[in-house]
């Protein structure tokens, strides 16, 4: 999977990937990930200018057309042949989901395109973005850290990433339930017992447990993944 970001922020990433499971993906060719700044695809080439003032006269000011434009192109000729998705990060974005998640998972290349200040020019959007992506209902500064959490939630799905260890078969929302509770040693701490089906070493009866908890958490706190499901 090549992941091909566009920004005006391209150092925001340097931490994000440079630890853990994105790391060793990277290390182990399975992921590779481009970072691209916006501003270098400005038509004006003194001031480098990104931003203008929408017509209606809306307060805030919109990322211009052209470097959009430019930087997009330029991504698509680096990713020529593996057919890149161009997905632009917004709040007014299909809502982002395991779902989703799995389906970007199976591309071989994603172009993640992130927003700034009120947002892009509408002809951006017709003209070259396939898919809007939200994070959730709540309004971020700009779209890098959604970008991140896109690279992170899809590249923990691409085979070899994880191990058997921390599979991702175990994590919430993967057969679209939450997760059950978790328990590491001592035994007791604080007075608490790890339940007695976790230590009988029966296994049916310990995924069983799993399974119910998995419900009953899921049933409290979320009901709309069940009626999906
Ligand atoms: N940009 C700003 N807020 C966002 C959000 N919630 N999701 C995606 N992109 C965003």
């Given at each position: 999977m090549?992941?091909d970001?566009?920004?005006l922020?391209?150092?925001?990433?340097?931490?994000?990937?440079?630890d853990?499971i994105i790391k060793?993906?990277?290390e182990?060719g399975?992921?590779?990930?481009?970072?691209h700044?916006i501003r270098?695809y400005s038509?004006d080439?003194?001031?480098?200018?990104?931003d203008d003032?929408?017509y209606g006269?809306?307060?805030g000011?919109?990322?211009?057309?052209?470097?959009?434009a430019?930087?997009i192109?330029a991504?698509k000729?680096?990713?020529?042949?593996s057919?890149p998705?161009v997905?632009?990060?917004?709040p007014?974005g299909?809502?982002?989901?395991q779902?989703?998640?799995?389906?970007?998972a199976?591309k071989k290349s994603?172009i993640?395109?992130c927003?700034r200040?009120?947002?892009i020019?509408?002809r951006?959007v017709?003209?070259?973005v396939?898919m809007?992506?939200?994070i959730?209902?709540?309004v971020?500064?700009?779209?890098?850290?959604?970008a991140?959490?896109v690279?992170?939630?899809?590249?923990r799905?691409?085979?070899?990433v994880?191990?058997?260890?921390?599979?991702?078969?175990t994590?919430?929302f993967?057969?679209?339930?939450?997760?059950h509770p978790h328990?590491?040693?001592?035994?007791?701490f604080e007075g608490?017992r790890v339940?007695?089906v976790?230590?009988?070493?029966?296994h049916?009866?310990?995924?069983?447990w799993?399974?119910?908890?998995?419900?009953?958490i899921t049933?409290e706190r979320?009901?709309?993944?069940?009626?999906?499901?």
């Open positions: 090549i992941f970001i566009l920004t922020f391209p150092a925001m990433f340097e931490g994000a990937f440079s853990s060793r993906a990277v182990k399975l992921v590779s990930i481009g970072i700044n270098d038509d080439l003194r001031h480098q200018t990104v003032y929408p006269g809306d307060a000011m919109l990322m211009k057309p052209e470097p959009l430019g930087a192109t991504a000729e680096r990713l020529a042949g057919d998705v997905v632009y990060m917004t007014a299909r809502l982002l989901d779902d989703i998640v799995k389906e970007l199976e994603l993640l395109l927003g200040y009120k947002g020019d509408q951006i017709d003209n070259y396939d809007e992506l939200s959730g209902d709540y971020l500064s700009g779209g890098e850290i959604p991140m959490a690279v992170d939630a899809v590249t799905l691409i085979p070899g994880l191990g058997n260890m921390d599979s991702a078969e994590d919430s993967h057969s679209g339930l939450l997760s328990y590491t040693r001592p035994e007791i608490i339940p007695e976790l230590i009988s070493g029966h049916a009866n310990i995924k069983e799993q399974k119910e908890k998995s419900i009953e049933r979320r009901p709309d993944l069940l009626k999906k499901r």
